[in-house]
C-alpha cells in the first residue's frame, strides 16, 4: 500500500508498511541509470565536494545532531549549520521531513546510500511558517544563506516555492517581477551564488520563482527500463495551445520565454528521514539537489585546479614555478557553472562513435520526443526544449566539460572547453577552433549570462531588509552561432541560436561538412549596461 503525501515543492511518495527497499548503486539515481555522480567519488577522481559550501532554503529545515532530539544517534547528514531565516535556528523548532529528504540527497554519507556530495558543507535555512512569512521573509533567508561560510556559497538548494495567489500584487504573473524572482536574480549576480529552483509541477503548483533568469529550474524525470530518461507525466508542459496555453502566465512563464534549464533524476528516488529511516520520494523537489550538489563536485575540482594554477605562477608573480595552467578564479563563478551544466547534459545517445559527444542516455519528453524533435532543434530563436531544457543533467559529463578548463579567445581553441569575459554592446567575440570538424559530428554551445536587477537600497547598507524592493533593468541581448572560419557564413540554420527573451542561447547541432568553423558571441542589442559579462561553454569532436 502506498500513499500520497503532498509536501512543499513536490510529490513525496510515503513507502507505507513495505520492507527496507533494495537496490544496487547502479540503479541509484546518482549512479550509471541517473546521472553517473557515483564514479566521480571513486579513484581516480575522489570527488565528493570536500570544503564546498552549498545551502538550501526551505519552510522547514533538516535536523541537526546534538541540536535537536528527532535526529537519529547515528546522523547520516550533518549540516554545516542550520538558521531560522537570518538568525540561528532554535533547538527542535521547524524540523520538516521534506528538507531532511532534500539534504539527504546531497550529503548524506551513509554508505549504503551516500549523498551526491557527502564531503559539502551544507548551510539550511528555514523561512518559517508561511503564516508569518512571505516573499521578504524568502528573500532574507536567500540572503542570510548566500552570506554563510564567509560569503562563499557556491550553490543554494529551492526546493519550495510561492503561489500566485499569496503575491500581493494585482494579477499577479509570472514576469519575472515577483520580490522573491528579482530578489534571487539579484544575488545571483551581487554573491555570485547558483540558484538551483525545482521546476513548477502540476497545475495548483509552485511557480514563483520559477520565472527567474539567472538561476536554473529543473523538472524531473523517471524511470524508463531502468534509467531515468523520461520527463515524469506531472511535470507541466509548456507548449502553447489549448489548458497548457491558458496556464501561461500563472502556471508557466509569461510570453515564450523557456521555463525549464535541465532534467533530473526525481521519481521514486530514495531519501533519509530525521530518525535516519529510507523513503522513497517523488517531485522536482528532489530533482532540484541533483544539480546543487554536483556543482559542489564539480567546485572541489575547479579549486583543486586554481591552487595548482597559483602555484605554477612564476615566483615574482607569488607563485612556485612550473607549468602553466589553464585555470583562474573564473572557475568559481555561478555563470560558468550554469554554462557548464548546461552544455555537458545527456541529450540523444552516442551510437559509439562519438559523434554525438559520448553522450549516454536519449531523453525523451512526455510524448516520446527527443531533443531533436522539438522547435528548440529546428528554430534559432527557441534556445531550450520546453519539457526537457537543455537535457538531463549528466555529472561526470560535466566533471569532463569542466576539466577542458578555461581557453580566451585571442588564440585558437580546443575542441572542448569555457570562458568568462566581458563584451562591448555592437560588437561580437570569436573562438576559432583549432582543429577542422568532423562531418556530421555534433556540436553542443552554451552561452548564458544575466538580467540585470539592482536593490532599491533604502539604508544603503548594502543588504536586502524587509521593506525593500529591487528595481529590474532589463536584458541585454546576446546571440550565438557556428560560423564557417573563412566566410564567416553560418554553419547552418540550427547552428544559431537568437532567442530574444532568454538570458540562455544554445546550439546543438550536426556538422554540415568536414572544415574549419569558429564559435561567435554577438551583443545584439543594449538594454542596460554597455559592457555584458557571459560565460560560454563548448564541446565538439575534432576530424582527426
Known amino acids: 500500500m502506498k500513499k500520497l503525501v503532498w509536501v512543499t515543492g513536490g510529490i513525496c511518495l510515503a513507502a507505507v508498511g513495505l520492507a527496507r527497499p533494495v537496490w544496487t548503486q547502479e540503479s541509484l539515481s546518482i549512479g550509471v541509470a541517473g546521472i553517473d555522480a557515483q564514479r566521480l567519488h571513486e579513484l581516480p577522481y575522489n570527488l565528493i565536494g570536500r570544503k564546498i559550501a552549498i545551502g538550501q532554503v526551505e519552510i522547514g529545515r533538516p535536523g541537526k545532531f546534538g541540536l535537536d532530539k528527532a535526529v537519529s544517534k547515528q546522523p547520516a547528514i550533518a549540516p554545516a549549520g542550520v538558521f531560522l531565516r537570518n538568525g540561528a535556528a532554535k533547538a527542535n523548532t521547524n524540523i520538516d521531513p521534506h528538507a531532511q529528504n532534500v539534504a539527504s540527497i546531497m550529503i548524506s554519507d551513509r554508505k549504503t546510500l551516500a549523498g551526491i556530495a557527502p564531503g559539502a558543507r551544507l548551510y539550511s535555512t528555514a523561512v518559517g511558517s508561511v503564516k508569518y512569512a512571505g516573499q521578504p521573509e524568502e528573500c532574507l533567508s536567500a540572503q542570510s544563506t548566500a552570506n554563510r561560510n564567509s560569503g562563499d556559497v557556491r550553490a543554494i538548494n529551492f526546493s519550495f516555492g510561492e503561489t500566485l495567489e499569496r503575491d500581493p500584487r494585482p494579477e499577479a504573473r509570472l514576469d519575472g517581477n515577483s520580490l522573491l524572482t528579482r530578489c534571487l536574480d539579484w544575488s545571483s549576480r551581487v ?100 544539480v546543487t550538489a554536483t556543482v559542489a563536485l564539480l567546485q572541489e575540482y575547479g579549486d583543486k585546479q586554481i591552487k595548482m594554477a597559483i602555484a605554477s605562477r612564476p615566483p615574482w608573480k607569488g607563485g612556485l614555478g612550473g607549468s602553466t595552467r589553464n585555470w583562474s578564479l573564473d572557475a568559481r563563478r555561478h ?33 516520446n520526443r527527443n531533443w531533436v524533435d522539438s522547435d528548440a532543434y529546428r528554430q534559432p530563436k527557441v534556445s531550450l526544449n520546453s519539457e526537457i531544457g537543455a537535457g538531463q543533467l549528466n555529472a561526470f559529463r560535466a566533471y569532463e566539460q569542466f576539466k577542458a578548463g578555461q581557453w580566451q579567445s585571442w588564440q585558437p581553441v580546443p575542441a572542448m ?73 553560418a554553419a547552418s540554420n540550427i547552428c544559431t541560436s537568437t532567442s530574444e527573451v532568454d538570458s540562455i542561447e544554445h546550439i546543438f547541432c550536426p556538422v554540415p561538412t568536414t572544415g574549419s568553423y569558429k564559435i561567435r558571441v554577438q551583443f545584439r542589442q543594449q538594454v ?17
Not at 535541465?262 to 517523488?282: F, I, S
Not at 555537458?344 to 512526455?366: E, H, P
Not at 559579462?533 to 575534432?542: H, K, M, N, R
Open 528 to 544: 542596460n549596461q554597455p559592457s555584458q559579462p557571459y560565460a560560454i561553454a563548448w564541446w565538439t569532436v575534432p576530424a582527426q
Open 191 to 290: 554573491h555570485d551564488v547558483l540558484y538551483v529552483i525545482a521546476g513548477n509541477q502540476g497545475k495548483g503548483g509552485i511557480p514563483i520563482p520559477t520565472d527567474n533568469y539567472n538561476g536554473m529550474n529543473i523538472a524531473f524525470s523517471s524511470r524508463q527500463d531502468g534509467i531515468f530518461r523520461k520527463v515524469d507525466v506531472t511535470n507541466l508542459s509548456a507548449a502553447g495551445g489549448g489548458v497548457k496555453g491558458r496556464l501561461r502566465g500563472r502556471e508557466m512563464n509569461l510570453g515564450t520565454r523557456q521555463s525549464i534549464s535541465l532534467v533530473a533524476p526525481g521519481n521514486r528516488v530514495y531519501a533519509l528521514n530525521p530518525d535516519a529511516k529510507v523513503k522513497e520520494v517523488t517531485g522536482t523537489s528532489f530533482a532540484a539537489p541533483h
Open 335 to 367: 555563470q560558468v557553472m550554469k554554462a557548464v551544466l548546461l552544455n555537458s547534459a545527456d541529450k540523444v545517445q552516442d551510437a559509439g562513435d562519438g559523434l554525438r559527444l559520448g553522450m549516454s542516455k536519449t531523453i525523451i519528453d512526455k510524448q
Open 417 to 489: 572547453g569555457w570562458n568568462y569575459r566581458q563584451l562591448k554592446a555592437n560588437s561580437a567575440e570569436d573562438y576559432v577552433l583549432a582543429a577542422p570538424l568532423k562531418q556530421g559530428s555534433y556540436v553542443a554551445i552554451t552561452l548564458v549570462w544575466e538580467r540585470l536587477v539592482e536593490l532599491r537600497d533604502k539604508n544603503q547598507n548594502g543588504s536586502f531588509d524587509v521593506g525593500e524592493d529591487f528595481r529590474d533593468r532589463g536584458l541585454n541581448n546576446l546571440d550565438l552561432y557556428l560560423l564557417n572560419a573563412d566566410s564567416n557564413a
